[in-house]
């Protein structure tokens, strides 16, 4: 009998199972560049990890006064990104030795992420993840993106679990907020290291402030076995 009883796992992608962002980072910057926009920076992008590509693709709109509708911009980004993606994305190594760990003991899982479901499932099939996490929720299937809930609901609405049995796995703030809304708990890995302090951050139950450079797939384990019901 697994140690983990009824709990069950969902996992953002981007940022936390897979070091995306340098993908996303260069589709936004050729995106923007075609659209007058030629000296978007890695600092820039830091503002919008954790946010969806479809709401990303509006902020652009709005805060650098571009003429192309907001579908367009997303339609632009989506494609160069998935070139980028199916060429290689790299899965954090303790990532994965997490979800084979989780696999191994029975524990239900899922993907809750802001990309596309083209991305995820280009991502999940490309780094083999694939095999082991097939219930897949992107944001683009539910009514608002993180920071609100939804996208958490419905993984564990198709997970057949309830909210407080799940925990979430977050790289970013937004993300953070939405498993807090869920009524979920959250193991938060901050993408960027200067966002640790954010307040949304303080909701987490276990935070990693020093990121991926920290966390182990041990550790989680443990944090899991330990916080578990008891019933």
Known sequence: ??????????FDLDGTLVDSEPNYYEAG???????????FTWAEHERY???STQETAALWKQEYGLAAPAAELLADT???????ARAATHAYPEMR?????????GVPMAVASGSSPEAIEAILAGTGLDTYLRTVVSADEVPR????????????????????????LEDA??????????????????YVAAQADAPEFATADLLLRRG????????????????????
């Open 1 to 10: 009998m697994s140690k983990l009883r009824a709990i069950s796992v969902i």
């Open 29 to 39: 910057r050729q995106t923007l560049a075609e659209h007058g926009v030629p000296d």
């Open 49 to 51: 990890v954790g946010v």
């Open 78 to 84: 989506n494609r160069r990104y998935l070139e980028l």
């Open 97 to 105: 030795k997490f979800v084979e760990l989780l696999a191994t003991e």
């Open 145 to 168: 993106g993180k920071p609100a809930p939804d996208v958490f609901l419905e993984a564990a609405r198709r997970l057949g679990a309830a909210p407080a049995d799940c925990v979430v």
């Open 173 to 190: 703030a937004p993300g953070a907020a939405a498993a807090h809304a869920a009524g979920m708990r959250c193991i938060a890995i901050p």
């Open 212 to 231: 991926q450079g920290v966390f182990t797939a041990r550790g989680a384990y443990d944090w899991l076995v330990r916080s578990a019901p008891s019933s």
